[in-house]
């Protein structure tokens, strides 16, 4: 379950301790929780230690940074419900202390400090560090490249041309799906190219998520269509 504004990153999800399998049907029947069934092999409630009726806060990289326990803290109280809301957006916020357009957790998770920039390319793979935000990519791993896959399809009959391609989760980035018919003239305005549905997050310690678009070609149209992904920090064109 996703909160409401994307700007806030916050995907929260159930894991029903190994031994209540019976009562899952009392929370997924009337819910939309994403909810996962712990089992005895993975004990992820052992290895967390869990207490029952604990909120995990992660980071972008899986990592605990608090919990907040709903049988201590009835979120029938709006101060509850506050406090849990503030964990929330605190774990969610993208703090950028030097304003260069990448989060400090990303450039410390990479470069152990904020010394590196948008600009520079420390894996001299042709990609800048922004770049490799962008989409999801090691900016110290020359090997690492971005996933951009495209597909056509025809359902109903009917041509249907699709991106995918990594995103961080948060808002701070805005993403383009361009389309051109000359590789000269490129425009997202008129293409009916549009974000299919709420990016997929991955939580596989990236902080990314993963995005859809899709091209509705006019039917009978041959004309030939080229895509671009564009991505430019929140706040510019």
């Not at 992820?44 to 992660?58: A, P, S, T, Y």
């Not at 990592?63 to 809301?85: E, F, G, P, Q």
């Not at 950028?96 to 390319?121: A, K, Q, T």
């Not at 961080?168 to 590789?183: C, K, R």
């Amino acid at each position: 379950m996703r909160l409401a504004n994307p700007d806030w990153n916050v995907d929260i999800l159930g894991v029903n301790a190994s031994d209540q399998l019976p009562y899952n049907s009392l929370i997924i029947s009337e819910n939309t929780l994403a909810w996962l069934q712990d089992t005895p092999q993975d004990h992820v409630w052992d290895l967390w230690g869990v207490n029952f009726r604990d909120v995990r806060i992660l980071d972008p990289q899986n990592r605990l940074i608090a919990t907040y326990n709903l049988t201590d803290h009835d979120l029938a109280v709006s101060t509850n419900r506050a406090a849990l809301k503030t964990l929330f957006l605190e774990a969610a916020q993208a703090i950028d202390s030097d304003h260069d357009g990448l989060p400090d957790d990303w450039e410390i998770l990479y470069f152990g400090n904020l010394s590196s920039g948008p600009n520079d390319d420390p894996d001299h793979d042709g990609f800048s560090n922004f770049d490799e935000f962008a989409f999801g990519t090691n900016p110290i791993n020359a090997g690492s490249h971005a996933p951009i896959f495209c597909q056509l399809s025809w359902p109903q009959r009917h041509p249907e041309f699709s991106v995918l391609f990594r995103r961080p989760a948060g808002g701070m980035i805005n993403f383009t799906v361009e389309a051109s018919t000359d590789l000269a003239t490129w425009s997202s305005f008129g293409t009916q190219l549009a974000p299919a549905g709420t990016p997929r997050v991955l939580f596989d310690r990236t902080g990314t998520a993963e995005a859809k678009y899709l091209l509705d070609a006019p039917y009978g149209d041959s004309s030939p269509r080229f895509i671009r992904v564009r991505a430019v920090p929140r706040g510019t064109q």
